[in-house]
């Protein structure tokens, strides 16, 4: 990997209960790991939901429930750590 690719696991890309847009929602976090909290604002508007706030935390929830990633909520914003399906690597965000 260099700086200008990332790894995707491809358990991820087929986990066949999580959407499209869950999936990429990973894949955007994992592509930035300069920044290591974002708003739902800034997170719609780069996976193209504008600003949906109930899907946006619909495809949260999908890849919080299949392992893929751990939310702090306890802080504004947010922080989000990057899990491969509830294994101990994980990168935070």
Known sequence: MTDQTIETPIELLRENEMSPRAQFLWIYLSAHPEQSRYTQEQLCA???IGNNGQQFNKYVAQLEANGWLRVNR???????EL???NTEENTLW
Do not use: D, F, N, T
């Open 46 to 48: 780069a996976i193209g």
């Open 74 to 80: 306890r802080v504004k914003p947010h922080r989000y």
């Open 83 to 85: 899990l491969r399906k």
